[in-house]
C-alpha cells in the first residue's frame, strides 16, 4: 500500500472511461503540473464508429481499439488502471473501481467522468439473449459470428423454412449504425459470399432494416434520410418503417404495425441498434450531488461548465452528458474533454477561478453516415450531400480519428481489399464468439457450476480476498 499522502502529491485527476472522452481529457491534460489517472472496464480505446466493419468481416479488432496503455505510453504523467468504477464518493473524493472481485480505491483532486453510453432494450433487456447490441468489441465479434454462422447453417438446412430463416437478416433500428449495417450485410452476401456456397446463393438473403419511427436516418433530416433509403433499396435492404418490434426470440422477431396488427418475421440473425442507455454512474453522481438530475436515457444534465451541482471540481463529458443541442457523437465527447482539461489547467495555472469559467460552446462539425462501399450521406452546417464525394470525405475522416499510423496504414489496406475487390480480409469466426456472452451471464448468475468457475477465476461472486489495493 503506498504511503503518498494527499497533501504531499501534486494536483490528482481522475479520468474514468478510455474512449472519446478519456482519452482527448489525458491529451489536454499531458503537459499540465498534474497526475492522471485514467480509469477503465476496458483495456482499449475502442474507436466505436467502426464497429461495424468488424462485425462484417472487413477490419480486425486491432485496428479500431489499441490498448490504451500503448497509447498512452509517452504520457509520462498518466496512469492506467483497469478495473469497473462501482463507486464514486463525491464528499470523500474517491473513487472505486473493481478487478476481478478486488477492488481499488483511488483518491482525486478533480474528476473527469467519461463512462458513455450501452445498448439500450427499452426494459426489454431479454432481447438481448438473441440480439447482441453494436457497442464493444464482444459485440462486433460475436455479430460477425452470427452472420457467417447464419450462412453456414443456411448450406446445411434440411427444409426450405429453415434454410429461409437462416438466410434472414433483421437489423432493428435505422440511425446510422443500422443504416451502415445493413449496407454491409448486403454486400458482404452479394460481393463476398457469391460462389463460396453450393447449396444456396449467398444473394438471396434477405436483409431487413426495421425502424419504429417513419424515416431512416431521422436525426439527419428527410432530404439524407431519403437518400439513404433509396440507395440500401436499391442494394435489396427491405425497410420497414413505422414497425415496432415487440418480440424477439431465437426463431425470429414479432413486429407491431402502425395499425396495431402484429406479425412475425423468421430470422435466425438478429441485431439491435435502436437506442442507447447512459452509464449507470451518471444517476450516481446526481443522488449525491445537490440538485443535479439525469435525463431519460439516464444522462446527467450538466451545469454550464460541464460539471455537477456543488461540485466545480466533477466533470462529466461525452455520452453520459445531458447538454441541449450536443448529439451522442464522439465530437461531442472530444469537444467536452477538451474543455474539462482546459478548466483545469487554467485554475491550477492561477489564471481563473471556477466562478469564472465561461460555458461551454459546441461547435458542430456535422455528422455521416455510409450506405455502402462509394455512398454515404454527409451534412455540413446548412450543407447536405450524398454519394461518393460524402463517402471519400467519411473516409478521409475516419482515418484522421483513427488512432496511430499503423492502424490507418492496415486500414487504408484492408479497405482496398474489400471496397475495389470483393474479399474481406476479417472472415474469422469461432462458437466461442457467439456463445461466450452468454455464458459469461451465466456464469456471473446463481447456479453451481458457475460459482465454482468464478471461484476459481477470481471472478464476480467468488469468495473475496482482503484488498489492500489504494491510489491514495
Ligand atoms: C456503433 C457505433 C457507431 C458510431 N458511429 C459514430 C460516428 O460515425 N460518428 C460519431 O461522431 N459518433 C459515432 N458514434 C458515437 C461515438 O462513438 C460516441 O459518441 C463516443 O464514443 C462517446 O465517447 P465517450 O468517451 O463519451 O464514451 P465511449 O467512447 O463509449 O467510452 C466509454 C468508456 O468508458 C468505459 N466505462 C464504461 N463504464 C465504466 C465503468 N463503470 N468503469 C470504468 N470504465 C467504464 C468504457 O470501457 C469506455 O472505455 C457511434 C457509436 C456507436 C456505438
Redesign the pocket.
Known amino acids: 500500500m503506498t504511503t503518498e499522502t494527499v497533501a504531499n502529491r501534486r494536483h490528482r485527476v481522475v479520468v474514468?472511461?478510455?474512449?472519446?472522452?478519456?482519452l482527448f481529457a489525458c491529451k489536454h491534460l499531458k503537459h499540465a503540473d498534474v497526475d492522471v489517472v485514467l480509469?477503465?472496464?476496458?483495456s482499449t480505446?475502442?474507436f466505436?464508429?467502426l464497429?461495424?466493419q468488424v462485425a462484417t468481416g472487413i477490419l480486425s479488432t486491432g485496428e479500431i481499439a489499441p490498448a490504451t496503455r500503448l497509447v498512452l505510453r509517452k504520457y509520462k504523467n498518466v496512469q492506467v488502471i483497469l478495473?469497473?468504477?462501482?463507486d464514486i464518493d463525491l464528499v470523500n473524493r474517491t473513487v472505486t473501481?473493481e478487478l476481478l472481485n478486488e477492488d481499488t480505491v483511488t483518491s482525486f483532486d478533480s474528476l473527469i467522468v467519461?463512462?458513455?453510453?450501452q445498448q439500450s432494450y427499452f426494459g426489454n433487456d431479454q432481447f438481448a439473449t438473441y440480439a447482441p447490441g453494436?457497442?464493444t468489441i464482444d459485440d462486433a465479434l460475436e455479430l460477425r459470428a452470427r452472420i457467417l454462422g447464419s450462412f453456414e447453417e443456411a448450406e446445411l438446412a434440411k427444409t426450405p423454412e429453415a434454410r429461409d430463416r437462416f438466410m434472414t437478416f433483421v437489423v432493428v433500428g435505422a440511425g446510422?449504425?443500422g443504416v451502415e449495417l445493413a449496407g454491409q450485410i448486403a454486400e458482404l452476401a452479394d460481393r463476398t459470399l457469391e460462389g463460396t456456397f453450393r447449396n444456396i446463393d449467398p444473394r438471396d438473403a434477405r436483409v431487413i432494416l426495421l425502424e419504429g419511427a417513419g424515416a431512416v436516418l431521422a436525426p439527419m433530416g428527410p432530404k439524407l434520410g431519403g437518400k439513404a433509403q433509396r440507395r440500401l433499396e436499391k442494394m435489396g435492404v427491405e425497410i420497414q418503417l413505422n414497425a415496432m418490434v415487440t418480440g424477439v426470440d431465437a426463431r425470429g422477431v414479432t413486429v407491431k404495425d402502425k395499425d396495431g396488427s402484429e406479425r412475425r418475421i423468421e430470422a435466425a440473425c438478429k441485431v439491435w441498434?435502436a437506442g442507447v442507455a447512459a452509464?449507470?454512474?451518471g444517476k450516481l453522481l446526481a443522488d449525491q450531488s445537490k440538485g443535479t438530475e439525469v435525463d431519460r436515457a439516464g444522462r446527467v444534465i450538466v451545469e454550464p461548465d460541464l460539471t455537477i451541482k456543488g461540485y466545480p471540481n466533477v466533470f462529466v463529458?461525452?455520452?453520459?452528458m445531458s447538454v441541449p443541442n450536443v448529439p451522442?457523437?464522439?465530437?461531442?465527447?472530444i469537444q467536452g474533454?477538451t474543455y474539462a482539461a482546459k478548466q483545469i489547467k487554467a485554475e491550477l495555472g492561477g489564471k481563473q477561478t471556477p466562478e469564472q469559467r465561461k460555458p461551454f460552446k459546441y461547435f458542430n462539425k456535422g455528422?455521416?453516415?455510409t450506405v455502402s462501399r462509394y455512398n454515404a450521406v454527409c451534412q455540413i452546417g446548412k450543407l447536405e450531400f450524398g454519394g461518393f464525394l460524402a463517402w471519400l470525405i467519411w473516409l478521409v475522416l475516419h482515418l484522421y480519428y483513427l488512432i496511430g499510423y499503423r492502424s490507418r496504414a492496415i486500414t487504408v489496406f484492408q479497405w482496398f481489399v474489400a471496397f475495389i475487390g470483393r474479399n474481406r480480409g476479417q472472415m474469422a469466426a469461432t462458437e466461442q464468439w457467439v456463445f461466450a456472452r452468454l455464458a459469461l451471464e451465466a456464469m456471473n448468475g446463481n447456479d453451481e457450476d458457475g460459482r465454482e468457475v468464478r471461484a476459481g477465476l477470481g471472478g464476480k461472486g467468488a469468495t473475496a480476498l482482503p484488498s489492500d489495493r489504494s491510489v491514495s
Do not use: N, W
Open positions: 474514468i472511461g478510455s474512449g472519446f472522452g478519456g480509469i477503465s472496464k476496458t480505446h475502442l466505436q464508429p464497429l461495424y478495473g469497473e468504477v462501482h473501481s467519461a463512462t458513455g453510453a453494436m457497442k446510422p449504425t441498434s452509464s449507470e454512474l463529458v461525452g455520452d453520459l451522442g457523437q464522439a465530437q461531442g465527447a474533454a455528422s455521416m453516415a
